[in-house]
């Protein structure tokens, strides 16, 4: 029990619970980074897509952007933060307009 006069704390962090929350957020960063990385490709893609002649080419990679948008996509209502979240749903609406 407490000492008189300190709060009660019902979520006391234990060394196993401090290790999990630590897990969670790298888990959390690699899955931004990688949902970057990977528009980071489908931009390049894209921009590959537009320099070619060759429309057997050009409809290859068009395909490859977009089976790279629905990833992001689904993967990204995995993200906990809202800002990192957004900033993921930005640049996939960006690449979407790209395509057009």
């Given at each position: ?15 196993k619970s401090q290790g999990l929350n630590e897990h969670q957020a790298r888990s959390q960063k690699a899955l ?6 990977d528009l980071d490709l489908c931009f390049t893609m894209l ?54």
């Open positions: 029990m407490p000492a008189r006069g300190t709060p009660r704390n019902k979520y006391h962090m234990t060394p931004i980074e990688f949902l970057h990385a921009n590959s897509a537009r320099m070619t002649r060759d429309p057997e080419h050009r409809r290859s990679a068009v395909d490859k952007v977009l089976a790279g948008m629905q990833v992001v996509r689904r993967l990204a209502v995995r993200i906990e933060d809202p800002q990192a979240a957004q900033g993921v749903c930005h640049r996939v609406n960006e690449l979407e307009r790209a395509l057009d």
